[in-house]
């Protein structure tokens, strides 16, 4: 019998010796799996409209009249082009100035009638963001161009995305890691009952010159195992949860204001890989914790 067989086999048989005691540790590991994804997908969520927004957002630096020959704008243009956390830049003149004016306001658009030949509208520059951090800074920086007399921006709007951010990436480790300390420690107990009651085998094994190491793989690729399958019942529950619950977001969303949700088609991959990754991680670190003790020489 090949190495690899009889550990596995050994982690196997531990695993159906202690069925409802594996069984519950299973469900507890599940819950803390589907708790991780379910935050996981709200921060994947809030990210793609932080994209969203950053896509859209962006600030307004108006050109004074004496800056409006073409060498001037061009001039401009490269400055603003140096600034960093410019993604980019897009020349409105007077009078594409003055058609955004009347597309924004519609039916109302005949307030403008009459304004072709002495236009109020200045020429500007629309400038989007590479990410919307530092985005006071580009602001000061462009306003320093010689030639730009005024820059605007919806700074409460990018503040409050900025904040939502941060705040679903706090609350996601924060919780994440109170979760993956919990499922450590039930894991760590779980294999605890199975060293103990091998510890018969384990004395004779050591008698014989087997080695720690070897003693306690079969109890690693127990918990193991029990991070597997937690992880794949996880994945389960979450993905159906997720395809029933999208049909209804988008409506949520419009309701809430909030741009758009993920389809699940585009992050199966990571809930899967990140419930693989916690649940190896999980069985390892806690089989690790609870054998040092017990095979302490």
């Not at 819950?31 to 932080?50: D, R, S």
């Not at 600034?83 to 597309?103: C, G, P, S, Y």
């Not at 510890?199 to 079969?218: D, L, Q, S, V």
Request: with cysteine; charged share 20%.
């Amino acid at each position: 019998m090949g190495t690899s067989t009889y550990l596995f086999k050994q982690g196997y048989g531990n695993l159906k010796k202690h069925g409802s005691k594996t069984f519950s540790t299973m469900l507890i590991i599940c819950a803390t799996m589907i708790i991780l994804g379910i935050f996981l997908i709200i921060v994947i969520n809030v990210n793609h409209n932080v994209k969203t927004v950053t896509e859209g957002q962006g600030l307004q630096a108006f050109i004074s009249e004496d800056h409006l020959e073409q060498e001037s704008v061009q001039e401009i243009a490269r400055k603003l082009k140096d600034v960093d956390n410019v993604k980019e830049i897009i020349f409105l003149n007077k009078d594409d100035a003055l058609l955004d004016a009347k597309e924004t306001l519609k039916e109302y658009a005949y307030l403008l009638e009459g304004l072709e030949k002495a236009n109020p509208f200045p020429a500007s520059f629309i400038v989007k963001f590479e990410n919307l951090q530092g985005t006071e800074n580009v602001k000061k920086a462009i306003e320093s161009i010689d030639g730009i007399y005024k820059v605007g921006y919806n700074e409460t709007i990018m503040n409050a995305v900025i904040s939502v951010a941060d705040i679903a990436k706090i609350v996601f480790f924060g919780i994440g890691g109170v979760m993956v300390i919990i499922s450590i420690f039930i894991i760590s107990n779980t294999i605890k009952l199975a060293v103990y009651s091998n510890k018969r085998e384990i004395f004779i094994m050591r008698y014989i010159g087997a080695t720690n190491k070897f003693i306690r793989r079969p109890f690693v690729v127990e918990g193991t195992l029990i991070g597997m399958g937690a992880a794949a019942i996880s994945w389960v529950i979450v993905s159906l949860t997720y395809i029933v619950t999208y049909a209804r977001l988008p409506k949520i969303g419009s309701t809430l204001g909030i741009f758009g949700f993920v389809p699940y088609s585009s992050l199966w991959y990571i809930i899967l890989i990140a419930f693989v990754i916690l649940g190896i991680a999980l069985g390892v670190i806690g089989s690790s914790i609870s054998i040092k003790k017990y095979l302490k020489a």
